[in-house]
């Protein structure tokens, strides 16, 4: 099995910056794909950043120029740096990762718990 373990959310006040970690720990062999999610109460989830394998990144529109998706391979840990945070970026943050697993063929989904993040003043 991997499991997922999301830190460093917070509640920051408008303009201020967190930086989100994602470890992946279990029976990893490799991991594809990462990103980070976002969901607030009432709303569906969305993807904020996505980073490849070998480090090719994208982002949500609204996040662009604000968010920086970062990953350490060797330590398969994937991060989130948030800047200029706004009201509108309160939400539930979640990690995925597309695993390859020792012993097994292909690869497989697994999400976080979750961080929560709060930007209020």
């Known amino acids: 099995q991997v499991q997922l373990v999301e830190s460093g959310g917070g509640l920051v006040q408008p303009g201020g910056s967190l930086r989100l970690s994602c470890a992946a720990s279990g029976s990893i062999s490799a991991i594809n794909a990462m990103a980070w999610y976002r969901q607030a109460p009432g709303k569906q989830r969305e993807l904020v950043a996505f980073?490849?394998?070998?480090?090719?990144?994208n982002y949500a529109t609204s996040v662009k120029g604000r968010f920086t998706i970062s990953r350490d391979n060797g330590k398969n840990t994937v991060y989130l740096q948030m800047n200029s945070l706004k009201p509108e970026d309160t939400a539930s943050y979640l990690c995925?990762?597309?695993?390859?697993?020792?012993?097994?063929?292909?690869?497989?989904?697994?999400w976080g718990q979750g961080t929560q993040v709060t930007v209020s003043s």
């Open positions: 980073i490849s394998r070998f480090g090719i990144t």
């Open positions: 995925n990762a597309d695993v390859v697993m020792r012993g097994r063929v292909g690869s497989y989904d697994y």
